[in-house]
C-alpha cells in the first residue's frame, strides 16, 4: 500500500514536497516513482528510485528542479520540488514495483497512490 501526503498550491518559482510512504515488504529489487497526469495529458514519469542501488532518475523535464530523498527505515520517499512552473500542475502519483530497474512507463508498476493534487499559478 503507498500513501501519499502533501502537494498543495504554490506560485511559480515557489515549492512544494509531495511524500510516499509504502507498507509492506521492501527489499533491494524495489522501485518507488512518481508520476503525473493532466486531463489534457497521458500519465508521464517524473522521478523513481530503486532502493537497492540507490539509482535515481529524473524526467528531462524536472531535472535540477526536482529532488527525491528517501528514508529507507521508514520505507518513505519525498520529492521536493522547487523552481515550479504552471506546467508543473497535476495530479501527481505514487508509484511501486518489484524491480531493479526504474521504469518510465506506468505500465510497469502494480502498486498505486490515490493521488495528490499539485497546482502552480503563474
Known amino acids: 500500500q503507498l500513501v501519499e501526503s502533501g502537494g498543495g498550491f504554490a506560485q511559480a518559482g515557489g515549492s512544494l514536497r509531495v511524500s510516499c510512504a509504502a507498507s509492506g515488504p521492501t527489499f533491494s529489487a524495489f522501485t518507488m516513482a512518481w508520476f503525473r497526469q493532466t486531463p489534457e495529458k497521458e500519465r508521464e514519469f517524473v522521478a523513481g528510485v530503486n532502493w537497492g542501488t540507490g539509482k535515481i532518475d529524473y524526467a528531462d523535464s524536472v531535472l535540477g528542479r526536482f529532488t527525491i530523498y528517501t528514508d529507507n527505515a521508514k520505507k518513505k520517499a519525498d520529492l521536493t520540488m522547487n523552481s515550479l512552473k504552471p506546467e508543473d500542475t497535476a495530479l501527481y502519483y505514487c508509484?511501486?514495483?518489484?524491480?531493479?530497474?526504474?521504469?518510465?512507463?506506468?505500465?510497469?508498476?502494480?502498486?498505486w497512490g490515490r493521488g495528490t493534487q499539485v497546482t502552480v499559478s503563474s
Open positions: 508509484a511501486a514495483e518489484y524491480s531493479i530497474v526504474i521504469n518510465t512507463s506506468p505500465a510497469q508498476y502494480n502498486y
